[in-house]
């Protein structure tokens, strides 16, 4: 059992930062690839970027690459979401997951992958 807690949600205006965090609690954090999702009002969850348990590899939402980073800390527990150059279109509830598949990495963006899901931090970017 994993539980993740997001955090580092906020209001920004556009072109701004926010880097978000998630702690997750468990002795096997290390073995879990993570991931960011976000879900706006009336859309569909969205995949935004994953990390393999060691590092190694990462992915991201064509609508996010190159305006954000994922890292992580195995010994801290933590995950990271650093992003920059908002807009308003970035405005949703960030969500991070957790996944032990073995095919996790060619089904990382989709959300059925993940077992342990965070309960959200919104961000909101005004214009």
């Known amino acids: 059992q994993v539980q993740l807690v997001e955090s580092g949600g906020g209001s920004v205006q556009s072109g701004g930062s926010l880097r978000l965090s998630c702690a997750a609690s468990?002795?096997?954090?290390?073995?879990?690839?993570m991931g960011w999702f976000r879900q706006a009002p009336g859309k569909e969850r969205e995949f935004v970027a994953a990390?393999?348990?060691?590092?190694?590899?990462?992915q991201f939402g064509n609508s996010v690459k190159n305006r954000f980073t994922i890292s992580r800390d195995n010994a801290k527990n933590t995950v990271s979401l650093q992003m920059n150059s908002l807009n308003p279109e970035d405005t949703a509830v960030y969500y991070c997951?957790?996944?032990?598949?073995?095919?996790?990495?060619?089904?990382?963006?989709?959300?059925?992958?993940?077992?342990?899901w965070g309960q959200g931090t919104q961000v909101t970017v005004s214009s």
């Open positions: 468990g002795r096997t954090f290390s073995s879990y690839h």
């Open positions: 997951a957790a996944s032990d598949s073995r095919g996790w990495w060619a089904g990382a963006r989709n959300p059925r992958e993940y077992v342990f």
């Open positions: 990390i393999s348990a060691g590092s190694a590899g990462t």
